[in-house]
């Protein structure tokens, strides 16, 4: 099963963020067994080490980031689907570019935390407990 995780669920597992972070964790495991295979855009991981860099150190940020690579696919979002954003009706353009990688990758959900950033979305959306629910 193909997975495209949004941001938010990434910094969910790298800043310990409650309540979020123990589902988190499982669906992180469920990568490392292959159970699922997580896939993020190259814009995600420049997020993460923006937003995560204010609050973790920049060496343990660095190895953080070596692991995380280990577990996800990274993915760029690329010309096709920055013209897919500009010409969509979302309303947020960060969250468009990553809708258009995620359909151009054929994932079968897309887990986020900001579901209304993903409203138009013919991928079904749920967040991560959501998720496990169904799946496990």
């Known amino acids: 099963?193909?997975?495209?995780i949004d941001t938010n669920?990434?910094?969910?597992?790298?800043?310990?963020?409650?309540?979020?972070?123990?589902?988190t964790l499982v669906l992180f495991q469920l990568a490392k067994e292959k159970q699922v295979e997580?896939?993020?855009?190259?814009?995600?991981?420049?997020n993460v080490?923006?937003?995560?860099?204010?609050t973790i150190e920049k060496?343990?940020?660095?190895?953080t980031l070596v692991g995380l690579k280990k577990?996800?696919?990274v993915v760029s979002i690329g010309d096709a689907c920055i013209e897919q954003a500009l010409n969509s009706d979302l309303s947020d353009f960060e969250d468009a570019t990553q809708f258009f990688a995620a359909k151009r990758e054929q994932v079968?959900?897309?887990?986020?935390?900001?579901k209304k950033g993903f409203n138009m979305s013919d991928i079904p959306i749920m967040n991560v407990t959501e998720f496990l629910n169904i799946f496990l």
């Open 38 to 46: 997580l896939v993020v855009t190259d814009l995600t991981i420049v």
């Open 71 to 73: 577990l996800v696919t």
């Open 59 to 63: 060496k343990k940020l660095h190895e």
């Open 49 to 54: 080490v923006y937003i995560a860099g204010k």
């Open 9 to 23: 669920i990434v910094l969910d597992l790298l800043q310990y963020r409650e309540p979020w972070v123990d589902d």
């Open 1 to 4: 099963m193909k997975l495209f």
């Open 108 to 114: 079968n959900y897309i887990l986020t935390r900001d």
